[in-house]
């Protein structure tokens, strides 16, 4: 089974707000080059913001969907453009 064929199958099996966040998340990796804290913080600041506070309301939003979900359950930040 090929990658895309196992992340379909995956997302067929989620939460449907979970199953968006991970949509959102591949189109924003395809739109988007990925980003080191490094690469991050040389960065204008009007720019991080922006990418700092997209990830915010992220988070927010899964936590509001799921609010039993806390920091042991996390994954690793991942790098994010």
């Given amino acids: 089974m090929s990658t895309i064929e196992q992340v379909v199958e995956k997302?067929?099996?989620?939460?449907?707000f979970q199953a968006?966040?991970?949509?959102t998340f591949i189109r924003e990796l395809s739109e988007s080059p990925t980003l080191s804290a490094?690469?991050?913080m040389r960065l204008p600041p009007a720019e991080r913001?922006?990418?700092?506070?997209n990830?915010?309301?992220q988070a927010e939003a899964l936590y509001r969907q799921n609010p039993d979900v806390v920091a042991e359950?996390?994954?690793?930040?991942?790098?994010?453009?």
Avoid: M, Y
């Fill in 55 to 57: 990830q915010a309301r």
């Fill in 38 to 40: 490094v690469d991050l």
């Fill in 49 to 53: 913001h922006r990418i700092l506070t």
């Fill in 20 to 23: 968006a966040a991970v949509l």
């Fill in 11 to 16: 997302v067929k099996e989620l939460p449907e």
């Fill in 73 to 81: 359950d996390a994954e690793p930040p991942l790098d994010h453009g």
